[in-house]
């Protein structure tokens, strides 16, 4: 075996029992057509990628082998995909700064809580030195969501999918056959003070519900959503949601759903608003559908 395979510290860690903390569960996922392994952290909501070495020696955390013993085995039944001491290290190192790594070894308490604080003070730090993308995280939203999953859940069928398309196919109908109505003097209606107005009102509300539509997907798979909260970009709140729990889907279909599920929210909503906007004469809630139109059409420069 080559000798850059060895380390002169690996007498350090050579000795140590480590395993996983209970909180932390692996996924298989293809992506760009690559075999990974996605470690998620259950309690922090935060997700490490690992390439099928690294998953073999994570499979062999068990507490019971010591580093020696897992070093000898990944030897044995690994050739050219073999890590190096110095790679098991370094991988070692990044599940203990991930906190989701515990050893026979007394752990240094007073070392762990240090690293936390200093952790959430950077996370703390970095939206301030941000202010044009500030995150305020407002509440956990993931029993809600378990409740009301059911009242969603014909949605995610085979009739809900055809009930979906009959209604954007209905709502395109009616926006070229009113074509002319929707971009007649466009500039001055989009730009006049009422319209402002109601945009504004409007953009977070229907940004609210592109949110949900990402939860809602999650939640319905299995997932979990424990934040949500208002993004301000460029001084307008926008509300979002904490979506990472889809990196744990395994198939790439579902988190391409979960991604796209806000987008397809817009498209409905666009499509009953037009509806409204084609049966409703003037006044107050004709504006406010169109401004739900305008708000989708900005929505397709940037969907996701």
């Given at each position: ?16 029992k480590p395993k996983l903390r209970t909180q932390a569960r692996i996924f298989r996922s293809h992506y760009r057509g690559k075999l990974w392994y996605v470690l998620q952290d259950r309690t922090s909501g935060r997700f490490q990628r690992f390439t099928p070495g690294a998953y073999f020696v994570l499979s062999l955390l068990d507490g019971e082998h010591s580093m020696e013993d897992i070093w000898q085995i990944v030897c044995a039944q690994m050739t050219d995909d073999s890590l190096s001491q ?219």
């Amino acid at each position: 075996m080559a000798g850059s395979f060895y380390s002169a510290s690996w007498y350090r860690v050579a000795p140590l029992k480590p395993k996983l903390r209970t909180q932390a569960r692996i996924f298989r996922s293809h992506y760009r057509g690559k075999l990974w392994y996605v470690l998620q952290d259950r309690t922090s909501g935060r997700f490490q990628r690992f390439t099928p070495g690294a998953y073999f020696v994570l499979s062999l955390l068990d507490g019971e082998h010591s580093m020696e013993d897992i070093w000898q085995i990944v030897c044995a039944q690994m050739t050219d995909d073999s890590l190096s001491q110095d790679e098991i290290i370094r991988l070692l190192g990044q599940l203990h700064s991930a906190d989701i790594l515990q050893s026979d070894s007394i752990p240094d308490i007073e070392e762990m809580v240090t690293r936390g604080e200093s952790s959430r003070f950077k996370k703390r730090v970095t939206s301030v030195l941000n202010p044009l993308a500030l995150r305020v995280p407002l509440i956990d939203p993931d029993g809600f969501l378990k409740i009301t999953e059911p009242l969603v859940r014909p949605f995610f069928s085979i009739v809900g999918l055809i009930l979906y398309l009959c209604l954007i196919g209905y709502g395109l109908t009616l926006a070229v056959l009113n074509w002319d109505g929707l971009t007649d003097n466009l500039i001055d209606r989009v730009l006049s003070t009422e319209s402002i107005i109601l945009l504004l009102i409007c953009y977070p509300l229907v940004k609210a519900i592109h949110e949900l539509g990402h939860a809602y997907v999650i939640t319905r798979w299995g997932g979990e959503v424990h934040e949500i909260g208002v993004m301000f970009l460029v001084f307008m709140p926008v509300p979002y949601v904490d979506a990472s729990d889809s990196l744990s889907f395994p198939n790439k279909w579902l988190r391409a759903f979960v991604a796209s599920a806000g987008i397809l929210v817009e498209v409905a909503l666009a499509a009953i608003a037009m509806i409204v906007w084609v049966n409703v004469e003037g006044g107050l809630v004709s504006a406010f559908a169109f401004n739900v139109m305008l708000i989708f059409a900005i929505s397709m420069k940037k969907p996701f």
